[in-house]
């Protein structure tokens, strides 16, 4: 079973940037698609950005497109979420999620995914 650990998170000023990571355990890691979700407090998990089991094709919330960018590294078993001119909204814990199984994506949908990490925090002061 595929294991995958988020970091990256932190402490920002509005307008900087961070990069996530996630780091999958496993052989299998480049057949699955891949996707970050985050929680702000006291709300459920939103969609942030997916991406393809090749890394062809990547989608993303309408509030973070243009500023945010999801990748991956196959051969490192990694994906990325690449975060600029970060807002105060983007605050929560963003959290790593892969598709193991299963022909049918929903990009969008927490529940399509059957995997999840811990969460790294992120946190972006005004």
């Known amino acids: 079973q595929v294991q995958l650990v988020e970091s990256g998170g932190g402490f920002v000023q509005a307008g900087g940037s961070l990069r996530l990571s996630c780091a999958a355990s496993g052989r299998s890691f480049s057949r699955y698609n891949m996707g970050w979700f985050r929680q702000a407090p006291g709300k459920g998990r939103e969609f942030v950005a997916g991406?393809?089991?090749?890394?062809?094709?990547?989608y993303y919330v309408d509030s973070v497109k243009g500023r945010f960018t999801i990748s991956r590294d196959n051969a490192k078993n990694t994906v990325y979420l690449q975060m600029n001119s970060l807002r105060p909204e983007d605050t929560g814990v963003y959290y790593c999620?892969?598709?193991?199984?299963?022909?049918?994506?929903?990009?969008?949908?927490?529940?399509?995914?059957?995997?999840w990490g811990q969460g790294t925090k992120v946190t972006v002061s005004t």
């Open positions: 991406i393809t089991w090749r890394g062809r094709n990547a």
């Open positions: 999620e892969a598709k193991t199984s299963g022909s049918i994506w929903n990009v969008e949908a927490s529940r399509d995914y059957d995997t």
